[in-house]
């Protein structure tokens, strides 16, 4: 049976750390922030993280480093925020490939429950896109002209949620055979859609797909959202192409050391969330295909956790697996 003594010291030694944090979460930040961005310099998480960025450090005076470590489906800038130290300087901005991997890849050294989410930014939807010259204006022409054919869609690379989410839609509700062409990046997938060497592209809009619709060097079939798209109105929902319920998106995120303090999670929460309101920034991210996000801390854990239930149904469901 532990003594009085070692009980009032366990006490006292309890409060120290609390307290500790608490000074830590009231002097936070003292020092520049660093945003360790899980996909190369001009990507999709690259883009928003530097519009982010550059408003949270006018909200929090601190300056906000931009990191690219790309590789590894986003895991190389995981693993390293996940052994970061949990003071809120160290954070992980990444895409919808945090919530695939937890079932794509394994032993990748790290769980979902080594992050806390911060912030869910911005999503875009997958769609998908074919030549200009195409005799298909829409996805139910596509896929009626499809039945009983082999076709091929090109993605940006294996295990990408716009891999995923084509197969899964074409396994699962479409019933037609589809040959997955991945490709080495976005550019060079979309190049080959522009010049016809592939049937199908699968991309978010945000990707490049809304710019190069809008531009007509390819033609939008459907997005894979609850409601037509603003920068690419004419493009009709999987839903108005006769698949209803199915949805994905891909979505940008702000992520923490597990261990970080709540009061530092809330401090760049609340500083995220006053930039996404910002209507120029609104603005910026709704014409390259995005819908921006509000919420809190909670409500970006909730979506997250979500995000790596549904993914993950859908790995498990194609058998898919990267060791």
Do not use: C
Not at 91 to 118: C, P
Not at 144 to 167: D, L, M, P, T, Y
Not at 170 to 189: E, R, T
Not at 264 to 290: C, E, H, M, W, Y
Request: proline share 4%; aromatic share 6%.
């Amino acid at each position: 049976m532990p003594s009085l003594r070692s009980v009032a010291y366990a006490a006292v030694s309890v409060l120290t750390i609390a307290g500790a944090g608490q000074v830590q979460a009231q002097t936070y930040p003292a020092r520049d922030i660093t945003f360790i961005v899980a996909f190369a310099a001009g990507g999709v998480a690259d883009t928003v993280a530097r519009m982010v960025g550059q408003g949270v450090a006018a909200k929090l005076g601190r300056n906000v480093v931009i990191e690219n470590r790309g590789g590894a489906g986003g895991n190389i800038a995981a693993t390293a925020v996940a052994r970061a130290e949990a003071d809120g300087y160290t954070l992980l901005v990444t895409t919808t490939a945090l919530a695939i991997n937890e079932t794509l890849r394994k032993n990748s050294g790290f769980t979902a429950a080594d992050f806390k989410s911060v912030a869910i930014v911005a999503s875009s939807p997958e769609s998908l896109i074919t030549g200009a010259g195409n005799p298909a204006s829409n996805l139910a022409e596509f896929m009626k002209a499809a039945q009983g054919k082999s076709i091929n869609f090109g993605s940006a690379g294996v295990g990408s949620g716009s891999h995923i989410a084509a197969e899964y839609f074409f396994k699962v509700h479409g019933k037609i055979a589809a040959v997955h062409v991945p490709f080495q990046g976005g550019a060079p997938a979309m190049n080959a859609t522009i010049g016809g060497q592939i049937d199908l592209l699968s991309t978010t809009l945000g990707g490049g797909g809304a710019a190069q619709i809008a531009g007509g060097k390819v033609k939008g079939l459907g997005v894979a959202s609850e409601k037509r798209v603003a920068a690419v109105p004419n493009v009709p929902t999987f839903a108005e192409a006769g698949y209803p319920g199915f949805e994905a998106s891909s979505w940008v995120g702000i992520f923490a050391p597990a261990k970080t303090s709540p009061e530092i999670v809330a401090t760049l929460n609340a500083a995220i969330d006053d930039v996404i309101k910002d209507p120029a920034l609104r603005q910026k991210l709704t014409s390259i295909g995005f819908e921006p996000i509000n919420g809190t801390a909670k409500q970006a854990e909730d979506y997250f956790r979500a995000e790596v239930t549904k993914w993950g149904k859908m790995v498990t469901a194609l058998g898919l697996s990267i060791n």
